[in-house]
């Protein structure tokens, strides 16, 4: 495995830890017995008790222990909580179904939010597990190519009434307009005051506006959030496409390139079409030499959009991908699937309409993401239109099962593919949070392991009968998982015993706010000023 050089140092600190300097003569907030104890950043693995106090992780050991709440974990696995960088908007109804699936840090890394420092605000005490957001790149450029005025908080869950807005004109600005110097500049620039008010990255959404947004705006926008040291994540711009020249693997060369050229990090988000496996070679590489990039997946072999959305328009399923629409779309609603004449209707009259796209490739590359380094899931958690709260029914849920089953399926599917237990563990919770932290941010750097210090993010699941509950069928897409009884969110449990408890344990996950912008403003000059010698520079050359 990579990342394991200090790892045998580590798993000596961690087995330190465990020695009964005080277990005896403590009473925790919560012990968890007889668990068998994984760590994935040193390895450690063995039966232990755990000790839980002040929110953080007090002691692991062999000894007995007492708390204010105990459970016996025989035959269950206590582990990092998992992190999932693409839990899309506030709907707390998705909210609850990550929490449900093991989920204890949830984050938008790709399309984001706007007005960061009033999100961070609405939102605190109203989630069970960790929150956080970027800046949308997306919605940005709604307010400077729509004219939307967008002066409150929004997020994901806006995101399709927002482009219904921007269609009112019978244009789709944010998607097809080309941004000129001065608007490159009104976009970096109000990106620019959202990183300052603390995102964790800027989210490019660059797939669903492939022909508005040039590789000059692209480049400004990662400027942008290199100047913080934070990562671009992104639906890239041919993400899918299987023909040359317009291969999905050309527009991740445009962002690596890029992102290796500023020294800034980078995140692939859902690598898991076409050219997957170059994008992967090719991050592989990037990292053996010192570049913090990685990417995501989530374990289902189809996809899920609004019906409305460019990339399942006839001229990118049928010409670029040469599928047929009665094969692969699945519409959860009218439970059916959906031939041409029937998607052009649905998404005519009901454009923000969640659908599943089906793409019979994935069947044979899913075992392969199971066993990749570095590969971290990622849910692409995804709300419905009609709100659900927090109570409602399970089976109510009308979308993709991703939302509610993406790091059960995993542990299933790596149990059944006999991937290594810590392999699995690693891609749900350690290398998020290793990469994360190596931007800076501070809570990822003390998330994604389990060990003494570290605060308590923890899950419990049976190795042997874990299992995600949901499925494409309608009534199951929202079910919870089975096998994964308890949940800890910063020392409290959210679940347990396979219910919610409807503790609001979560805490911002973000960077501090700063006093100054870094926003630098492009100008036509400035390529010349780069490149350019002036006379007096020119030195006398022999002829």
């Not at 480049?219 to 992104?234: D, I, L, N, T, W």
Request: net charge negative; aromatic share 8%.
């Amino acid at each position: 495995m990579t990342n394991m050089l200090n790892r045998k140092t580590l798993a000596f600190l961690v087995v330190a830890a465990t020695l009964p300097l005080t277990a005896y003569a403590t009473e925790y907030d919560i012990a968890i017995n007889n668990g068998r104890v994984m760590d994935p950043e040193t390895e450690f693995d063995a039966v232990r008790n755990v000790g839980i106090k002040d929110g953080k992780i007090a002691i692991i050991t062999e000894d007995d222990i007492d708390g204010v709440e105990t459970i016996d974990a025989s035959g269950h696995v206590v582990t990092a909580g998992f992190i999932d960088t693409h839990t899309h908007s506030s709907d707390k109804f998705v909210i609850r179904m990550a929490m449900m699936d093991g989920v204890t840090s949830g984050m938008d890394f790709e399309w984001g939010a706007l007005n960061i420092a009033d999100w961070y605000q609405r939102e605190k005490g109203q989630w069970p597990i960790n929150y956080g957001q970027c800046a949308s790149h997306e919605a940005v450029r709604m307010t400077v190519h729509d004219g939307l005025v967008i002066d409150k908080p929004i997020d994901a869950v806006d995101a399709f009434w927002l482009r219904a807005e921007s269609v009112k004109d019978k244009v789709e600005g944010w998607s097809v307009t080309v941004s000129n110097l001065d608007q490159i500049n009104q976009i970096t620039k109000r990106l620019d005051e959202n990183l300052r008010q603390g995102a964790l990255c800027i989210g490019d959404t660059t797939g669903y506006a492939a022909v508005g947004t040039s590789t000059y705006e692209l480049f400004e926008v990662q400027k942008a959030a290199a100047r913080y040291g934070r990562p671009v994540a992104s639906h890239s711009r041919l993400h899918g496409s299987t023909k040359p020249p317009t291969e999905s693997q050309m527009a991740f060369n445009e962002l690596f390139a890029n992102a290796a050229l500023l020294k800034a990090p980078l995140l692939i988000c859902h690598n898991n079409d076409y050219g997957w496996w170059e994008i992967e070679e090719k991050l592989k590489m990037a990292r053996e030499q010192g570049m913090n990039m990685w990417a995501e997946y989530y374990p289902y072999e189809a996809a899920s959009t609004a019906i409305g959305a460019v990339p399942i328009q006839p001229q990118f399923i049928e010409d670029a991908l040469g599928l047929k629409y009665k094969d692969i779309l699945y519409d959860p609603t009218q439970d059916k699937f959906l031939n041409k004449q029937e998607y052009l209707k649905v998404a005519k009259e009901d454009s923000g309409r969640t659908i599943v796209i089906f793409n019979p490739a994935r069947k044979q590359w899913l075992p392969m993401w199971l066993r990749v380094e570095n590969m971290v899931v990622a849910s692409d958690g995804m709300w419905q239109n009609e709100g659900l709260g927090w109570d409602d029914d399970p089976a109510k849920f009308k979308g993709h099962p991703r939302t509610s089953g993406s790091h059960t399926t995993v542990l299933r599917l790596g149990r059944e593919q006999n991937v290594p237990l810590m392999h699995t563990l690693s891609q749900l919770s350690y290398w998020s949070a290793y990469h994360l932290g190596k931007t800076g941010l501070k809570s990822m750097q003390i998330r994604g392991r389990l060990q003494p210090g570290m605060v308590a993010d923890i899950v419990v699941f049976n190795p042997k009968t874990v299992a995600e509950g949901s499925s494409y069928k309608a009534g199951e897409n929202g079910l919870p998982p089975t096998g994964l009884p308890h949940v800890i969110v910063n020392g409290q449990f959210v679940k347990k015993d396979d219910q919610a408890t409807g503790v609001m344990a979560g805490l911002p996950i973000r960077f501090p706010i700063e006093d100054k912008p870094r926003h630098v403003e492009a100008k036509q000059e400035q390529w010349q000023d780069r490149m350019l010698v002036d006379d007096a520079s020119i030195s006398p050359r022999a002829n």
